[in-house]
């Protein structure tokens, strides 16, 4: 017999597994998973580069290294915060296992169990998991096409003991919203006030497709209680699993000592990998690469959805980012129609609400899947809202 297992565990499958597995499934166009395409990865680049740091570096490569990681790599990310407004040294960041890797960490650092957090609504399904071990007192702020409402926040942090808030400024996971300079401003002066640490979830800042790009919120930071959150997954590849965060040398080195429970450090030849990557490469063509495929295909997406989707229905339309949000009449359940739809797969949007678990709204992916699947998934998803409002009226 197997032991019970720890009350922590969740031993119902989560969100995250649902989702991944219907983004696997092989008989479905799937608008589930956010997955780039995989036809622009930089294979052959990224095979050149692995091939020499590993043939030229010294057998010091497969040591144990620093617990923040590659220090070389580190500048590089140091020199490209700055393009966002953020000053910082190598001794401010943490290569991590992707960007997931740093929500955890972050909430493992921060949260006792009950502490107040904010989060969008709705948000990214990964922050959720990653907060849920720590039984959070949960506070949603609402989402408006420029970022949450910052009324509510205020309020919010007025009325509460929050001890953490957590964002994705620029195309919001799922909404694909992008939070505006003022509101990046309003944000860091709230956190200033209330003593807040705020999370800055940042993967999809360098695909936007439309417009300029905006400082970082951590640009305004006032009192170093902002920590971002970046991520290699989007614009190289998620097998890479390597993401960086970037805050304050007292907070960096608490992760620091944390992490040696976790995992000690990440992959130094993966980190020198893209070292040599960046080294040899220009990064700023493949993202314009990226930009202008994936531009087509959320057009593609929007125009298909503007096709096909029944008036009663509305959705966002981003500026960059993987994702469109879908709201359906109140009457009709995301969930209930995910088991309608012959052919398409897609996040119901349920799950992306801390608490409020509102079901009337759905996650799209554009960027993982092909215009061709694009335009008949978004005739097979009109379909199937059109047939569920027509039993309603029966």
């Known amino acids: 017999m197997i032991p019970t297992f ?70 590089k990310i140091a020199d490209y915060a700055k393009t966002t407004g953020t000053t910082c040294s190598p001794e401010n960041i943490m290569l991590t296992q992707g960007a997931q890797q740093g929500i955890k960490l972050l909430a493992d650092l921060f949260l006792d169990d009950f502490d107040g957090v904010v989060v969008e609504a709705p948000t990214y399904v990964g922050g959720l998991e990653a907060f849920n071990e720590h039984k959070p007192t949960y506070y949603e702020v609402p989402m408006e096409d420029d970022g949450m409402n910052m009324d509510v926040l205020a309020e919010t942090l007025e009325e509460n003991d929050v001890k953490l808030i957590y964002t994705i400024p620029n195309f ?26 705020v999370i800055e979830d940042d993967p999809y800042r360098e695909l936007r497709y439309v417009g300029s ?14 920590v971002t959150l970046g991520s290699f ?10 993401g960086w965060l970037i805050g304050a040398k007292e907070i960096v080195n608490q992760l620091s000592s944390l992490r040696l429970s976790y995992d000690c450090q990440s992959s130094n030849i993966l980190l020198e990998g893209i070292d040599e990557y960046l080294e040899h490469n ?25 096709e096909n989707l029944p008036v009663e229905c509305s959705f966002s339309k981003p500026q960059g980012g993987f994702f ?16 309608k739809t012959k052919r ?8 992306l609400f801390a608490t409020s678990r509102e079901a009337n709204h759905l996650r799209l ?5 092909t215009e061709k699947q694009i335009e008949e998934g978004c005739i097979d998803l009109g379909n199937t809202i059109k047939n569920a409002l027509l039993a309603l009226a029966i």
Not at 324 to 339: G, M, Q, T, Y
Request: proline share 6%; aromatic share 8%.
């Open 213 to 226: 790009s905006l400082p970082s919120i951590k640009s305004f930071d006032l009192t170093e209680n902002i």
């Open 6 to 75: 720890s009350s922590r565990i969740n031993q119902e499958p989560t969100s995250l597994d649902a989702l991944f597995a219907l983004s696997d499934r092989a008989d479905l166009i799937s608008f589930a998973g956010g997955y780039p395409d995989p036809a622009l990865f930089p294979k052959k680049e990224l095979n050149n580069a692995f091939e020499n740091r590993i043939k030229n570096a010294s057998t010091e490569i497969f040591q144990y290294r620093s617990v923040l990681g590659y220090e070389p790599l580190r500048q």
């Open 365 to 369: 992916n554009f960027t993982g899947i």
């Open 233 to 242: 997954s989007k614009i190289l590849s998620p097998a890479l699993r390597c």
């Open 324 to 339: 469109i949000w879908v709201n359906l009449p109140k009457p009709l359940d995301a969930r209930e129609l995910l088991n």
């Open 344 to 351: 398409v797969a897609f996040l119901e949007g349920s799950s």
């Open 282 to 306: 220009d990064i700023s063509t493949h993202i314009t690469k990226l930009r202008t495929a994936y531009q087509q295909k959320m057009n593609a997406m929007l125009s298909g959805l503007s």
């Open 172 to 197: 919001q996971n799922p909404t694909g919203y992008c939070m505006s300079v003022e509101k990046r401003k309003q944000l860091t002066e709230l956190a200033t006030k209330y003593n807040v640490i």
